[in-house]
């Protein structure tokens, strides 16, 4: 969107509407000339080399300030530049001993009832906490969280932080068709405050959490979240570990 009209630009619009039909192709068919990479390649292994000249400081000044999730603002400086790592409460979470990857990074992101039950699986550090269900003030404190936010104004809980605004959350459901899960809206907060980099743990798209009742049914669209995570991953934009 523009700062004066809030419209998206076509192809914008063109990738949300379409999003199950692309192919995310490597970038060396479409290798920009004085373009920043988290994976730069040789110029020369460029089979398609884009001379676009060099980003313009007003595109980079745009991006940090434009008004996504603004609520959450006070937040911007623990994840911009940061490695950040978000731990999902699939049960394949305990399939690996990831505690001291995790605590390595410089922001951790949990959610709601993803008590650590084996730091070496799940690490020990917490300093988001979001939440889609309610949490009593005993199990608040089993987490240590420095933030908390509720993922929407459905959950009440009080001693939350902040709560994330509506609109953020609309524009997600109608790219997925469904409402995004807590862990799809921390990876876009990460995107849109610019994490240097974002390492996924527990997640394996399956929509079964581990401290969930046996007989729970998810409302989100796990294949299709899985799907786009995914092919995230296959342009570098995040790494899933332990998912097949």
């Known amino acids: 969107p523009t700062p ?30 004085h373009r920043e990479y988290r994976n730069p390649i040789d110029y020369n292994d460029a089979v398609i080399l884009h001379i676009c000249g060099k980003d313009k400081s007003y595109m980079y000044e745009y991006i940090r300030r434009r008004e996504r999730f603004p609520e959450l603002e006070p937040m911007r400086k623990d994840i911009e530049g940061k490695r950040v790592a978000i731990v999902g409460n699939s049960p394949c979470i305990f399939d690996g001993k990831y505690g001291k990857d995790i605590d390595n990074h410089d ?23 979001m939440l889609a269900c309610p949490l009593s003030l005993a199990e ?47 990876i876009n907060i990460c995107f849109a405050f610019g994490a240097k980099e974002i390492d996924l743990y527990g997640f394996d798209g399956s929509g079964i959490s ?35």
């Open 107 to 129: 922001f951790v992101i949990r959610f709601n009832k993803g008590f650590i039950t084996k730091e070496e699986c799940q690490g020990s550090r917490t300093d988001l906490l």
């Open 140 to 186: 608040k404190d089993l987490f240590h969280p420095k933030y908390i936010v509720n993922r929407s104004g459905s959950y009440k809980n009080d001693f939350a932080d902040f709560t994330i605004n509506n609109y953020d959350r609309a524009m997600m459901k109608i790219s997925l068709g469904s409402q995004p899960s807590t862990g799809f809206m921390a």
């Open 4 to 33: 004066q009209t809030g419209w998206f630009h076509e192809e914008t619009i063109i990738n949300a509407c379409f999003w199950d039909l692309l192919t995310f192709l490597p970038i060396k068919f479409n290798y920009c000339f």
């Open 210 to 244: 581990y401290p969930n009742d046996k007989y729970y049914k998810t409302l989100h669209n796990m294949s299709k979240e899985m799907e786009i995570l995914k092919g995230w991953q296959n342009v570098g934009m995040i790494k899933i570990s332990g998912a097949d």
